[in-house]
């Protein structure tokens, strides 16, 4: 049985996790899995009943749990609190508690939003379908530091054991995409890269199938920007992962559309904006990123591919149909079938498409 803590969190997180709980919930009834999900306080909700972003108690359940589907936490209502105990504070405790080691992070351009990719159309027009596998708890923002007035250091630091499972679950990710995978390093320079590089050829014997390749983060950072159709999936480090990510994730035209799984003992699976407490309430919110982040739960935890499939294909015939929220509608566009809708909307049209 699929155990599940659900987070709404904060901001707009109660809305979109409103609409992707109906379409959670209808796929796990259609698939006959046994699933029970169990509601928590965290982030800055949890800070205003229990003063911490994370109980002790919730954090308990959900290290009983198989995962946590989480909205958005944070806001400038919690900027004042002690830096200790801050919304975000809760997410790294999350992330550890959860030994969460590794990110996946897609970037899409889908056909009827090309025009809101900063790109140029020629580029986009190739393709854009991407996947960064992140290493989440390791490298130089868990090294050793130090902090003086004159001088500071941070230590990159990766272990083989460390560098091969996110590796492998790099290879996991490329399998059930186009069987392409590409470690981005800085082998030239740094010494853990060299390891990188060495625990990847390795791995690679065990994944025939799959075609790799070694590219430098900064010749991967031009290409991005330049070529992102010569990317399929990404494996890479935590330094280098936050950053690529975030920039593969403009192309898109929207934060809104994007999801995001963080995998280990306990699995993360949330949208990768924040919690834009400035429409919270007003039901105007992109559920759409939480809605593929359930998908990712289907693929990556549950392993049911086309339970997935099917939601990934229901938000690309509802765009495809025209229905936008205010995130990604085009006040410019000739297509008169383009509409703006709600959070609820956009989720009922999503709903309605799997029920067909």
């Known amino acids: 049985m699929l155990k599940l803590i659900y987070a709404p969190g904060d901001g707009i997180g109660p809305e979109i996790g409103s609409v992707a709980l109906k379409i959670l919930n209808y796929q796990l009834d259609k698939y006959g899995i046994e699933y029970s999900i169990t509601p928590i306080l965290f982030g800055g909700c949890a800070i205003d009943a229990y003063g911490t972003p994370l109980s002790d108690s919730d954090l308990a359940l959900i290290k009983q749990s198989d995962a946590v589907l989480l909205g958005a936490v944070g806001g400038p209502k919690w900027d004042s609190v002690d830096a200790s105990i801050r919304p975000e504070k809760g997410l790294l ?5 959860c030994a969460a080691f590794a990110n996946f992070r897609p970037a899409k351009v889908y056909d009827c939003l090309k025009n809101a990719s900063p790109l140029k159309r020629s580029i986009i027009d190739r393709g854009v379908d991407i996947m960064i596998v992140r290493e989440l708890s390791g490298g130089i923002y868990f090294g050793e530091r130090s ?3 004159h001088e500071a250091y941070d230590t990159e630091y990766y272990s083989y054991a460390e560098i091969e499972r996110i590796i492998i679950k790099g290879f996991e990710c490329a399998m059930k995409r186009r ?6 390093d800085k082998a030239n320079v740094l010494a853990s890269s060299r390891l990188w590089r060495k625990v990847f050829d390795k791995v690679a014997s065990d994944y025939p199938e799959v075609e790799t390749s070694r590219m430098y983060v900064d010749n991967a950072a031009m290409q991005l920007a330049c070529a ?4 399929d999936t990404v494996v890479t480090s935590n330094l280098f992962g936050d950053i ?5 994730s403009v192309i898109t035209g929207s934060i809104g559309l994007l999801p995001s799984a963080s995998v280990g003992e306990v699995d993360i ?10 429409i919270a309430g007003k039901n105007i919110a992109d559920p759409i990123g939480m809605i593929l982040s359930v ?3 289907f693929r990556y935890k549950l392993n049911v591919d086309a339970a997935a499939d099917e939601i990934e294909n229901a938000v690309s015939a509802v765009l495809e149909k025209g229905l936008r929220t205010a995130d990604i509608y085009d006040n410019d566009s000739i297509d008169t079938k383009v509409k703006i809708c709600t959070t609820t909307e956009i989720g009922d049209a999503i709903l309605n498409e799997l029920e067909q």
Request: hydrophobic share 35%; aromatic share 8%.
């Open 179 to 184: 069987k392409k995978l590409c470690l981005v």
């Open 228 to 231: 992102p159709y010569k990317f």
């Open 269 to 278: 699976y949330e949208p990768i904006h924040g919690s834009a407490p400035d």
């Open 93 to 97: 405790k999350l992330r550890k508690e």
């Open 244 to 248: 690529l990510s975030d920039e593969a």
């Open 147 to 149: 902090e003086g007035d």
């Open 295 to 297: 998908a990712m739960l």
